[in-house]
């Protein structure tokens, strides 16, 4: 176990070493054409391979895609050597990739989450396991955020397994969680994400006052900002108390505010 103690901190990795996880996640791979982020020394990319039709892997870290070219042969397998985030969406094959099976580096997390919510992808992901509390953190708690109300709005999920902290080297200080996500149909416009991310900065505020200190974002696009206070509905309520659903609403009806059509009450 040597080498996993040298893996490069400045990508803020743990690799996992544990196989039966690995088989685990795998075993949501069967005959489909799977996506990984981040393979690192290949634990779980060798055990995607035995079972998907096709392996995607995108490593960034020059000298553990050079580790996988040299150790891994699989005829099912393509490496890249690339930040995915960079990577062209032809290269990676998005068009037919069915799931995206990965062991997410904590500092890629959110960029993660936003690029499947982006493709519409499913997704079997071993988190950190504060991170996956923040995702599915319900309305009224401390953990509720945008984050929170954006993966719920999207996605359908389900918790399939814990793994212990041991189960990585370097050993992280907390443990982390499988999780399967599953997009749902309901769809998010560009304009109600900014307006979520707007209003869910001041999450333990009133949203009469979420909106007046988002001012600058609303005049940004156009808006009175004064004028929608006195448009939407629930503008008592705590923002951070609202349910996913009743902040897309809120996002609604602010733009419908902004375009100068009534907002419509709710109970």
Same mark, same amino acid.
């Given at each position: 176990?040597?080498?996993?103690?040298?893996?490069?901190?400045? @990508?803020?990795?743990n690799f /996992?070493?544990?196989?039966? *996880?690995?088989a685990?996640?795998?075993?949501?791979?069967d005959?489909?054409?799977?996506?990984?982020?981040?393979?690192?020394?290949?634990?779980?990319?060798?055990?995607?391979?035995?079972?998907?039709?096709?392996?995607?892997?995108?490593?960034?870290?020059?000298?553990?895609?050079r580790?996988?070219?040299?150790?891994?042969?699989?005829?099912?397998?393509? @490496?890249i050597?690339?930040?995915f /985030?960079?990577?062209?969406?032809?290269? /990676?094959?998005?068009?037919? !990739?069915?799931?995206?099976?990965?062991? %997410?580096?904590?500092?890629?997390?959110?960029s993660? %989450?936003?690029?499947?919510?982006?493709?519409?992808?499913?997704?079997? /992901?071993?988190?950190?396991?504060?991170?996956?509390?923040?995702?599915?953190?319900?309305?009224? !708690?401390?953990?509720y955020?945008?984050?929170? *109300?954006?993966?719920?709005? $999207?996605?359908?999920?389900?918790?399939?397994?814990?793994?212990?902290?041991?189960?990585?080297?370097? %050993?992280p200080? *907390?443990?982390?969680?499988?999780?399967?996500?599953?997009p749902?149909?309901?769809?998010?416009?560009?304009?109600?994400?900014?307006?979520?991310?707007? %209003?869910?900065?001041?999450?333990? +505020?009133?949203v009469?006052?979420a909106? @007046?200190?988002?001012?600058?974002?609303?005049?940004?696009?156009g $808006?009175? !900002?004064?004028? @929608?206070?006195?448009?939407v509905?629930?503008?008592?309520?705590?923002?951070?108390?609202?349910?996913?659903?009743?902040?897309?609403?809120?996002?609604?009806?602010?733009? +419908?505010?902004?375009?100068?059509?009534?907002?419509?009450?709710?109970?």
């Amino acid at each position: 176990m040597g080498r996993y103690a040298k893996a490069p901190k400045r @990508l803020g990795q743990n690799f /996992l070493i544990n196989s039966a *996880v690995a088989a685990a996640e795998a075993e949501h791979a069967d005959g489909k054409r799977v996506l990984e982020i981040g393979p690192g020394h290949g634990v779980l990319t060798r055990e995607l391979c035995r079972r998907a039709k096709r392996v995607v892997a995108v490593e960034l870290d020059n000298d553990l895609f050079r580790e996988l070219k040299a150790n891994m042969h699989e005829e099912n397998l393509k @490496l890249i050597n690339k930040d995915f /985030l960079d990577a062209d969406e032809r290269e /990676l094959e998005l068009g037919d !990739t069915d799931i995206v099976i990965s062991n %997410i580096p904590y500092s890629i997390s959110s960029s993660v %989450i936003d690029f499947l919510l982006e493709r519409r992808l499913q997704a079997v /992901l071993c988190l950190q396991k504060e991170f996956v509390e923040r995702m599915t953190a319900k309305a009224g !708690t401390r953990d509720y955020s945008r984050l929170s *109300v954006m993966f719920q709005l $999207c996605f359908s999920y389900t918790k399939l397994m814990r793994v212990s902290r041991g189960s990585f080297r370097p %050993i992280p200080k *907390v443990d982390s969680e499988v999780i399967y996500a599953k997009p749902n149909d309901r769809c998010v416009s560009d304009e109600e994400k900014g307006i979520i991310n707007a %209003i869910m900065q001041h999450k333990k +505020k009133k949203v009469r006052n979420a909106i @007046l200190d988002s001012d600058l974002y609303f005049r940004g696009i156009g $808006c009175d !900002t004064k004028a @929608l206070v006195d448009l939407v509905p629930d503008k008592e309520a705590r923002v951070f108390k609202l349910e996913p659903e009743r902040v897309l609403a809120l996002a609604r009806d602010i733009i +419908k505010g902004c375009s100068g059509a009534p907002a419509p009450a709710r109970v």
